[in-house]
């Protein structure tokens, strides 16, 4: 069974000292969540994304407090590439020794950076088969409207398809963390002022939960091992109700990652739900 997970992704907020106005101070950032995790980073797993750049810094105040640190991507080199230099990539193996858990696939690059899904299943491949990294997968769906819940649904089931396509899940099934983690992030719910409501959010990880174990061999185990957790504009206030729902194990932040005093209290209200879940 599981732990809930709260994976903070830093995105491009943070900067070192003399830090860039607007932005936050990585460092400080990373010792204020340390002073307040306490037994909560025993009790959930805790993880924060820094920029590649900012990771060994942040890693090294992080030590022996129990919250993990994590990429915001990894490369994945086509097949043709894997032995050839590719210039500005940082491969899964490079992170191998440094890294918990990789956020791969988020809708940003997708937007941005020239991504599309199949780069994210290439990167869930090159993870898995190179390193002993947790891919923290963004699966997305650019609905919205209640109305549309059921395309909204067939979306996201297509990319669990393709995303476990031949995944050897029992090869990990033993391991002390998740082999993978699913992070349901609709597109149009991240940045802005609240989440996806709670219908739309029970809807949406009921159906990835039931495609994971359709393509899982072992249901039981892929419900037990797999933690789904939700990302778009999560704050103190929704988290609570959103971790009651049966399939959300979690969540991933943006914006509320920035403020260790929410990081810590959007972890406890997580806490909280997952062990309301369990003893009702
Ligand atoms: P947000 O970002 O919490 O600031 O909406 C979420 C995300 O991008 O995963």
Same mark, same amino acid.
């Given at each position: 069974?599981?732990?809930? /997970? =709260?994976?903070?992704?830093?995105?491009?907020?943070?900067?070192?000292?003399?830090?860039?106005?607007?932005?936050?101070?990585?460092?400080?950032?990373?010792?204020? %969540?340390?002073?307040?995790?306490?037994?909560?980073?025993? =009790?959930?797993? /805790?993880?924060?994304?820094?920029?590649?750049?900012?990771?060994?810094?942040?890693?090294?105040?992080?030590?022996?407090?129990?919250?993990?640190?994590?990429?915001?991507?990894?490369?994945?080199?086509? *097949?043709?590439?894997?032995?050839?230099?590719?210039?500005?990539?940082? &491969?899964?193996?490079?992170?191998?020794?440094? $890294?918990?858990?990789?956020? $791969?696939?988020?809708?940003?690059?997708?937007?941005?950076?020239?991504?599309?899904?199949?780069?994210?299943?290439?990167?869930?491949? +090159? =993870?898995? +088969?190179?390193?002993?990294? &947790?891919?923290?997968?963004? $699966?997305?769906?650019?609905?919205?409207?209640?109305?549309? %819940?059921?395309?909204?649904?067939?979306?996201?089931?297509?990319?669990?398809?393709?995303?476990? *396509?031949?995944?050897?899940?029992?090869?990990?099934?033993?391991?002390?963390?998740?082999?993978?983690?699913?992070?349901?992030?609709?597109?149009?719910?991240?940045?802005?002022?609240?989440?996806?409501?709670?219908?739309?959010?029970?809807?949406?990880?009921?159906?990835?939960?039931?495609?994971?174990?359709?393509?899982? &061999?072992?249901?039981?185990?892929?419900?037990?091992?797999?933690? $789904?957790?939700?990302?778009?504009?999560?704050?103190?206030?929704?988290?609570?109700?959103?971790?009651?729902?049966?399939?959300?194990?979690?969540?991933?932040?943006?914006?509320?990652?920035?403020?260790?005093?929410?990081?810590?209290?959007?972890?406890?209200?997580?806490?909280?739900?997952?062990?309301?879940?369990? &003893?009702?």
């Amino acid at each position: 069974m599981f732990k809930p /997970l =709260l994976v903070g992704n830093w995105k491009t907020g943070v900067s070192l000292p003399p830090v860039a106005v607007g932005s936050t101070d990585a460092l400080a950032l990373a010792k204020d %969540i340390v002073a307040n995790a306490g037994e909560l980073a025993e =009790l959930i797993d /805790l993880a924060v994304c820094p920029p590649f750049v900012y990771i060994a810094d942040v890693k090294r105040i992080l030590s022996g407090s129990g919250v993990a640190v994590g990429s915001q991507t990894a490369a994945h080199l086509p *097949e043709d590439a894997q032995s050839k230099p590719v210039t500005g990539e940082v &491969t899964p193996f490079m992170l191998r020794n440094l $890294i918990t858990y990789a956020i $791969i696939g988020h809708s940003e690059r997708l937007q941005h950076c020239g991504e599309d899904f199949h780069t994210t299943v290439a990167k869930f491949k +090159a =993870l898995a +088969a190179g390193s002993n990294i &947790t891919p923290v997968v963004c $699966i997305s769906e650019s609905g919205g409207a209640l109305s549309d %819940i059921g395309k909204s649904a067939a979306q996201v089931r297509e990319q669990v398809k393709s995303l476990l *396509e031949g995944y050897k899940f029992e090869d990990k099934a033993d391991a002390a963390r998740p082999p993978f983690a699913i992070a349901y992030e609709p597109v149009w719910a991240i940045g802005g002022d609240k989440p996806a409501s709670l219908e739309h959010v029970r809807f949406l990880t009921d159906a990835i939960r039931d495609e994971a174990n359709k393509r899982l &061999t072992g249901s039981l185990l892929a419900a037990d091992i797999v933690p $789904i957790i939700y990302g778009g504009s999560v704050s103190v206030d929704t988290a609570y109700d959103l971790a009651t729902l049966s399939n959300v194990n979690g969540f991933l932040l943006g914006r509320a990652s920035l403020s260790a005093e929410q990081f810590i209290q959007i972890g406890e209200s997580t806490l909280k739900a997952h062990q309301s879940k369990h &003893t009702s």
